[in-house]
């Protein structure tokens, strides 16, 4: 519940209604955002330039992960998203979704670039997990050259991930993969994906960024694409060029949506530069970060 009304969230079918004429007395808002990206590890056997996981080792405590999923679903958080470096690399990661998902009634969710989803891997997953979603950058040859890894590959993971959980496909999108958004989106109907999250490239220390040009280009084809599939794009980099409307008015950023990243720092979001180490309580730490906001 927050001050924009009552929200049902289905996790097993992803319903999200918010019944925004009742109003919320004071005592029952929830303090936790409605969804917390995890960064479990920061190892990842890939090596995308524009990459922008912290490159120092660095992993999440299993228990302390599992308490703090605990007190975000006593205090009203919806889902729990892993990430990272590559969530599937962390120890026993199948047995943290499974706690989880047994002790919260929280969604969880994971981002993977798909390579280490064997057979048994999915297997153990199966009832602990609610949404994936697989990164493809760009199809065939250029996925290739962007990950160093067969493009077949990837379609393999694509029918795995589709007999474990509803799932999604997440594109970077720059200079090499801009040309191929009609490809991308055929692929993502074609493997079963339900939905297409383009991701404009971020500035690292290495890399640039989408330029504004590119910039303009995706949101040119997202005016006009005739694609079925359902499109999500994330509006950071495109602040000047993409018109976006408020999913909740009036919500805060930080009632929407936290970052805890892989060395235990609780931040707005995955590239913000500040945030606040969680010593203890995550509760407490989102209390200090809304502070400095
Ligand atoms: S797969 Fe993801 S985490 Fe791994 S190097 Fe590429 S962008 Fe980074």
Redesign the pocket.
């Known amino acids: 519940m927050s001050a924009s009304g009552v929200h049902l969230f289905d996790r097993r079918t992803g319903v999200n209604v918010l019944l925004d004429e009742v109003s919320v007395p004071p005592e029952l808002l929830s303090r936790a955002p409605r969804y917390l990206s995890v960064a479990l590890t920061n190892a ?5 330039s ?4 912290p490159k120092q080792a660095a992993k999440l405590d299993r228990n302390r992960v599992l308490a703090w999923a605990n007190e975000l679903d006593a205090a009203g958080c919806l889902g729990v998203g892993f990430g ?3 969530p599937t690399a962390y120890p026993r990661f199948s047995q943290l979704c499974s706690d989880i998902a047994q002790s919260t009634s929280m969604a969880v969710t994971f981002t993977t ?1 798909g390579h280490r989803l064997t057979p048994a891997l999915i297997n153990s997953l199966r009832g602990s997990v609610h949404f994936v979603r697989l ?1 493809v950058d760009g199809v065939e040859t250029t996925y290739e050259r962007l ?1 160093g890894r067969p493009f077949t590959a990837v379609v393999n993971a694509a029918e795995r991930i589709k007999s474990l959980a509803p799932f999604g496909i997440n594109a ?1 999108i720059n200079a090499d993969t801009v040309d191929e958004l009609d490809d991308l989106a055929s692929f993502a109907v074609d493997v079963g994906a339900t939905e297409l999250l383009l991701l404009p490239e971020q500035p690292t220390v290495t890399t640039p960024g989408i330029s504004d040009v590119d910039a303009q280009r995706l949101v040119k084809w997202a005016a006009t694409t005739t694609t079925r599939i359902r499109l999500a794009i994330s509006r950071t980099g495109l602040e000047a060029a993409l018109p976006t409307a408020e999913a909740i008015p009036d919500e805060l950023p930080l009632d929407a949506h936290s970052h805890l990243d892989a060395i235990g720092v609780l931040r707005p979001d995955a590239y913000a530069s500040k945030g606040v180490p969680v010593a203890g309580s995550i509760m407490d730490a989102l209390h200090a970060l809304r502070e400095t906001a």
Not at 44 to 48: D, H, K, V
Not at 50 to 53: F, L, R, S, T
């Open positions: 990842c056997e890939l090596r995308c524009y990459c922008y996981a990272g470096g590559e670039h990164s990950r970077v």
